[in-house]
C-alpha cells in the first residue's frame, strides 16, 4: 500500500473538499496522509468570517468540516503562515502533492475619487470586523449616520445591507462579534441603500438570497416597480431567458409587493448608477453618481448625475487574489490549467478560478482538482512530516488545540443563548488552542 503526503494551505470549504476528496479517493492501493495548514489560530475560512451572522443555516457545514478532520488521516497545523512560517519551495519538495486552497480575501477598488475617505470601508474589511475575525478587531466604523451606501449588487451586497438595516435586536442570537453587536445598537443608520451599476436582470445577488429579505419583519425593502417593468421588457425581447434571471426578477416583484407600513428602517435596492466620486472632509458625507442607461444590453454611463448624502459607504465590489511569492498570478486567479499550478502545486477554490461561487461549488471544484493530482502521482517521496520543516517552537493550534477554541466559544455561547461567542484576540486563540 502506497502513501502519500499532501499538504493542503487553507483551511476553508475549498481546502477541507480537497481533504474529503483524498479522504475518499483511498483505496487498498493507495492511501493519503493529509496536512491541513492555516495562517489563523482557528479554521473554516469563510464558514466563521465570511457567512453572515444571521445565515447559521449555511454555517453547519462545518459539520461536515469537523467529520473529515476527525479521519485518522487528517492533521491540522492553524496559527502557520505560508511565506513566513514555512515556504513554498519547502512544501513542495517535502510533499507528495501541494494543494493551495488560500482564496481572494482583498476587497477590490472602485478607484474613484474619496475613496480613501474615512467610513468608505471594503466589504473586505467590513464582513470579517463584524464576524470576529482577529485581524480585523481594531477596525473603525462610524454609525453615526442615517444613511448608508452598498456599493456592488453580488450577495456580499445583500450580507452587508441586510446587517446594517435589520433591527441588531434580531442579531441578539448570531455569532456576531459582541463588539460589532453593541456598534450597530447605537447605530443611526434607518436607510441602506445598495447601489448596482446595471438592471435587476444584471445582479449577482442569487435568488435564494433575495427571498430571505423577506424574513426581515423590521426592515422595508423598497425596489422600484418602473425599474422591474422596464427589466422584464428587456428579458422578453431576448430570445431563451436564463431561469435565474426570471427567478431574480420573480423575488424582487415579491419583495416589492411585501412592502410594509410605518417601518422606520429601510433597505433600498437602486439599479443602473455608478458611484463616480465620494465627498466629504476626511470622512464620507456624500456620494455623487450618474446615471447608466441600457442599450442593446450594453451599458452606457450618462452625463445625467445625482447625489446621495450618507456618512458611511461599503464596497462590495468582489475580490483580488491574495497574492505570496513562489506562483504566479493572473486575472485574479492563481495561473493554472485546469488545477494544475506547477511541479506538484495545485490550486483550487477561489484562489483557482477567481472569487464566484457558493460553498458548495467548492466540492466538485476540489474533487476534480484531486482527481488530477492522483492520475499525476508519482511514488512516493516518504516525507516525515511538517514538523520537520517548521521552526521548532512555532506555537501550532492542532485539531484538539482548535476543539478546546471550538469547545469554549460554544459553552459561552449557549449561556448566552447564542450558538457561539467568538474569541476574537489573536493571543487568546493561540494561548487557548496550545493550552496542554
Ligand atoms: P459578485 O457576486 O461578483 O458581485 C459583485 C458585484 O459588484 C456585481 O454586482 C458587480 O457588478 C459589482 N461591481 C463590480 N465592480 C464594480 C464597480 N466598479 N462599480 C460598481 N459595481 C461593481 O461578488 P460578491 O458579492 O463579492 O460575492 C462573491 C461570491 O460569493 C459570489 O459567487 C456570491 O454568490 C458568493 N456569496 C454567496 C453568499 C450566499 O450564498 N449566502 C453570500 C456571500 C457571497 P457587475 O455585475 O456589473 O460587474
Known amino acids: 500500500m502506497l502513501n502519500y503526503k499532501i499538504a493542503i494551505v487553507g483551511a476553508g470549504p475549498a481546502g477541507y473538499f480537497a481533504a474529503q476528496a483524498f479522504q475518499k479517493a483511498q483505496n487498498e492501493s493507495y492511501s493519503f496522509s493529509i496536512d491541513l495548514i492555516e495562517r489563523l489560530p482557528t479554521p473554516w475560512g469563510l464558514v466563521r468570517s465570511g457567512v453572515a451572522p444571521d445565515h447559521q443555516k449555511i454555517k453547519s457545514v462545518s459539520k461536515v468540516f469537523e467529520k473529515i478532520a476527525r479521519e485518522s488521516n487528517f492533521r491540522l497545523f492553524a496559527n502557520v503562515e505560508l511565506g513566513k512560517d514555512v515556504s513554498l519551495r519547502d512544501l513542495r519538495d517535502a510533499y507528495d502533492a501541494v494543494v493551495l486552497a488560500t482564496g481572494c480575501s482583498v476587497g477590490r477598488k472602485l478607484g474613484i475619487k474619496g475613496e480613501k475617505l474615512f467610513n468608505c470601508i471594503s466589504s473586505a474589511i467590513f464582513v470579517p470586523w463584524y464576524n470576529a475575525h482577529p485581524d480585523f478587531i481594531k477596525t473603525e466604523v462610524d454609525f453615526n449616520t442615517d444613511t448608508a451606501v452598498v456599493i456592488g449588487a453580488g450577495n456580499v451586497a445583500l450580507d452587508v445591507a441586510r446587517i446594517l438595516s435589520m433591527d441588531p435586536d434580531?442579531?441578539?442570537?448570531?455569532?456576531i462579534s459582541?463588539?460589532?453587536?453593541?456598534?450597530?445598537?447605537?447605530s443611526k443608520i434607518t436607510k441602506v441603500i445598495i447601489c448596482a451599476r446595471r438592471g435587476p436582470e444584471h445582479a449577482a445577488f442569487t435568488t435564494n438570497e433575495l427571498r430571505t429579505l423577506s424574513n426581515l419583519t423590521k426592515t422595508n425593502i423598497c425596489i422600484d416597480e418602473l425599474d422591474l417593468e422596464k427589466a422584464s421588457s428587456r428579458v422578453n425581447r431576448l430570445s431563451g431567458v436564463e431561469k435565474d434571471i426570471e427567478n431574480n426578477l420573480e423575488a424582487m416583484r415579491m419583495i416589492v409587493n411585501l412592502r410594509k407600513k410605518d417601518i422606520a428602517r429601510n433597505l433600498e435596492i437602486k439599479f443602473l448608477c455608478s458611484p463616480i466620486e465620494i465627498i466629504g472632509n476626511k470622512k464620507v458625507k456624500e456620494i455623487i453618481f450618474a446615471d447608466n442607461e441600457?442599450?442593446?444590453?450594453?451599458?452606457?454611463?450618462?452625463e445625467n448625475t445625482f447625489s446621495i448624502k450618507a456618512g458611511l459607504v461599503i464596497t462590495a465590489i468582489g475580490y483580488d487574489i491574495t497574492a505570496y511569492s513562489g506562483v504566479r498570478f493572473e486575472n485574479d486567479r492563481i495561473l493554472n490549467i485546469a488545477?494544475?499550478?506547477?511541479?506538484?502545486?495545485?490550486?483550487?477554490g477561489w484562489a483557482k478560478r477567481g472569487p464566484v461561487g457558493l460553498i458548495g461549488t467548492n466540492k466538485s471544484d476540489s474533487s476534480h482538482v484531486v482527481e488530477l493530482i492522483i492520475e499525476n502521482l508519482k511514488a512516493p517521496k516518504g516525507f516525515p512530516g511538517i514538523d520537520t520543516i517548521l521552526k521548532s517552537g512555532h506555537p501550532i493550534v492542532d485539531q484538539i488545540g482548535w476543539e478546546?477554541?471550538?469547545?469554549?466559544?460554544?459553552?459561552?455561547?449557549q449561556l448566552a443563548g447564542k450558538p457561539r461567542i467568538k474569541e476574537d484576540n489573536w493571543n487568546?486563540?493561540?494561548?487557548?488552542?496550545t493550552s496542554k
Do not use: P
Request: charge should be negative; proline fraction near 0%.
Open 170 to 175: 434580531e442579531l441578539e442570537t448570531t455569532d
Open 178 to 186: 459582541d463588539r460589532a453587536l453593541k456598534m450597530l445598537k447605537s
Open 294 to 302: 441600457l442599450r442593446d444590453g450594453q451599458l452606457f454611463q450618462t
Open 339 to 348: 488545477g494544475h499550478v506547477e511541479h506538484n502545486i495545485y490550486v483550487t
Open 404 to 413: 478546546k477554541i471550538n469547545a469554549s466559544e460554544v459553552i459561552a455561547g
Open 428 to 433: 487568546s486563540l493561540i494561548s487557548l488552542g
